[in-house]
């Protein structure tokens, strides 16, 4: 019974490895590499005081 999950769970790190490859060749296809680096997402607010961050 243990060599069988040891077995499942050797599969299912496999399919989560092969998963991550393949999504990781997608948005480098999708996505150019500046937009995957920038910060532009949205504004950053500190929460504890409301104000926004400076751009510089």
């Known amino acids: ?3 069988i999950m040891n077995w499942g769970a050797w ?3 496999a399919a989560l490895a092969l998963w991550m490859g393949f999504d990781l ?3 480098n296809r999708a996505y150019d ?3 995957l ?4 997402e949205g504004e950053i607010v500190d ?3 409301g104000e926004t961050a400076a751009r510089s």
């Open 25 to 27: 060749l997608r948005t």
């Open 1 to 3: 019974m243990v060599a």
């Open 33 to 35: 590499e500046r937009y």
């Open 11 to 13: 599969a299912v790190a």
């Open 47 to 49: 929460s504890d005081v």
């Open 37 to 40: 680096l920038s910060s532009e």
